[in-house]
């Protein structure tokens, strides 16, 4: 851990030397030799200098260019998850309260990922012990029978418990079925949603965010219908046209002005890539007001059809929220994968997130709700839990963890992380895959932090295995370091002066949009209302497939 006296000495030294210097670096690399380990430089940090030969690789960042804010990395806390979080902590506490802080401490220069986004199904999902929603009288459309409470008790309680360490935390709700009577099928297990329960279930929906509410918890974003074009029967899904979406959600989004909730996004999609240009965008032409944005998964298609939805509709907001591996797969394939898909890839694709699937899990994929057939094989969660208490992380939780770490606030209630303008030259230029990121200060004054997330590929040459360490230049501000990134993932970051390219208005998605502000302790300018923050833009900016990456196929699956 970086000792807070030489944050100190970099931060308050005015010349400016000491604003292009390297002292933090994380490290993950493909032998798994480093996992997640920080390196302190001082008292011999990397240096830029004037600029010389360049290396076999050349990363040129251009911080005049920015784009979105990354909002975070994190999985869904499905009731399998929480029950076996819950389980754990029963076990072990001092283990579980370690796991927790190891996922999700956002403290700048902690060891941990600090994981700060989470998604939650409302009702039941595939991993759920029993079907079930919120409501399941049949035709009760007044909605009397409404019971918050049918999610198990351990849900609320590990996520009060991951609350308690993680106070910038962004909540997203999704069902992943209206309650079986809104259906033609009469079950949340497949089936289509009816026209004639539109109002009765954005009253639903409604409950929900009022019901979290009054357990003290603040969400910030809804959807209507997690993957709408999906109705595998055998667990709760269901098919919702754009159109139905979009009158759900024109008349959700009136509820929720009326009733408090005016600063909570409604994300809309919430499925694969391969359709970006057809249901996100026929949602937004039908009702583009009441949509912060849409979201994606990485189960058909390539991320790439992102970029239909931004050309389409700039302003809208893009999340990337789910992907699974399984049991059995290659570790650093995983890795190489994730990052160039998800962790750089949907950011570099204007992405405002990246998370995986389950958060937690045991060792077979388990527990499933019983008669299911959505991982096969057994989803992979983010870390696995055994029955004896301990835990181990997964190859998820090692990309996700780099990539976090470059975009988590440098200050409590300081801005996100935002993406800026980076290229990769020389010769071994295909062997790094590159994101880069500006962190804004709370004082105006501080200087910005600039990240960067490099994945080195180079592992064959000629068909033979061959990891190679890749001597790179670094050209910042006319100026050059110089450093050899190990096959691996890396994250590294230095300080400089603003030089005007960020200011304070272009982060006003800062932490504290989404917490209680006088609970948090923070004073927002005249120039930048609560209200303001919540709302603001960027204005910058078959069932098995195969993938190619970096020369190989990697498996992956679909479990619609």
């Known amino acids: 851990m970086r000792l807070s006296t030489v944050f100190a000495s970099v931060l308050t030294c005015a010349a400016p030397i000491f604003s292009q210097q390297i002292y933090d670096i994380w490290t993950t690399t493909w032998d798994r030799s480093q996992l997640f380990t920080y390196n302190n430089l001082s008292p011999n940090p990397i240096n830029f200098n004037s600029p010389g030969a360049k290396g076999s690789a050349d990363i040129v960042i251009n911080d005049a260019q920015t784009y979105q804010s990354v909002w975070g990395y994190g999985a869904s806390l499905t009731d399998s998850s929480a029950l076996i979080l819950s389980n754990l902590k029963a076990k072990n506490s001092d283990s579980y309260w ?41 035709g009760d459309t007044a909605l009397q029978h409404f019971n918050i409470n049918k999610a198990p008790s351990y849900l609320f309680s590990v996520l009060n418990d991951i609350r308690s360490i993680n106070n910038v935390l962004r909540i997203h709700l999704l069902p992943w079925s209206p309650p079986g009577w809104m259906k033609d099928s009469g079950t ?31 969400v910030y974003a809804i959807g209507i219908q997690n993957e709408p074009e999906n109705s595998n029967p055998t667990y709760p899904t269901c098919i919702m046209t754009p159109a139905q979406e979009a009158s759900v959600a024109k008349t959700l989004r009136s509820l929720m002005n009326k009733n408090g909730f005016s600063g909570v996004k409604i994300i809309g999609y919430d499925h694969n890539w391969i359709d970006a240009s057809g249901y996100p965008i026929q ?26 939805f931004h050309a389409a509709y700039p302003k ?96 409590a209630g300081g801005p996100w992380g935002k993406r ?12 790094l895959r590159v994101g880069a990121f500006v962190t804004g200060r709370a004082n105006s004054n501080d ?8 994945l080195n590929w180079d592992d064959n040459s000629n068909g033979s295995w061959n990891p190679t360490p890749v001597k790179t230049t670094i050209e910042f501000r ?74 190989e196929k990697i498996r992956r699956f679909r479990f619609d």
Not at 361 to 383: A, F, I, Q
Request: proline share 3%.
């Open 98 to 138: 370690k796991l927790l802080k190891y996922l999700f401490d956002p403290t700048d220069g902690a060891n941990s990922a600090g994981f700060s986004y989470l998604r939650i199904p409302l009702g039941a999902s595939d991993f759920s012990a029993t079907v079930y929603s919120f409501d399941d009288v049949s």
């Open 188 to 218: 949340m297990n497949g089936g289509n949603f009816l026209d004639k329960y539109s109002t009765a279930y954005a009253n639903y929906l409604l409950k929900s965010l009022q019901a979290f509410k009054s357990k003290g918890i603040n």
């Open 283 to 308: 949602l937004m032409n039908d009702d583009s007001n009441d949509f912060a944005g849409v979201a994606f998964h990485c189960y058909a298609g390539s991320v790439a059809q992102q970029d239909a």
């Open 316 to 411: 809208k907001d893009i999340f990337f929220t789910e992907c699974s591996g399984t049991y059995g797969s290659d570790w650093w394939s995983d890795i190489k994968w994730y990052m160039d898909n998800i962790f750089i890839g949907a950011i570099e694709h204007n992405a405002h997130s990246g998370l995986m699937w389950n958060l937690a899990l045991d060792g077979n994929g388990e527990p499933m709700l019983p008669g299911t057939n959505s991982c096969s094989p057994p989803c992979r969660p983010v870390v696995t839990v055994n029955s004896d208490g301990s835990w181990s992380v997964n190859q998820e939780f090692y990309a996700m963890a780099q990539a976090s770490k470059a975009i988590l606030p440098r200050d």
């Open 420 to 431: 800026i303008g980076v290229s990769v030259g020389g010769n071994l230029n295909w062997a």
């Open 447 to 454: 200087w910005l932090r600039y990240s960067l997330v490099v």
């Open 478 to 551: 006319g100026k050059q370091a110089t450093y050899t990134f190990p096959v691996g993932i890396t994250t590294l970051w230095w300080y400089a002066p603003n030089q005007g390219h960020s200011k304070r208005a272009e982060f006003g998605d800062s932490v504290v949009e989404f917490v209680n502000a006088t609970e948090a302790g923070v004073a927002f300018s005249d120039e930048v209302s609560f209200e303001d923050a919540i709302g603001e833009e960027d204005s910058d900016f078959d069932n098995t497939i195969y993938t190619k990456s970096n020369g």
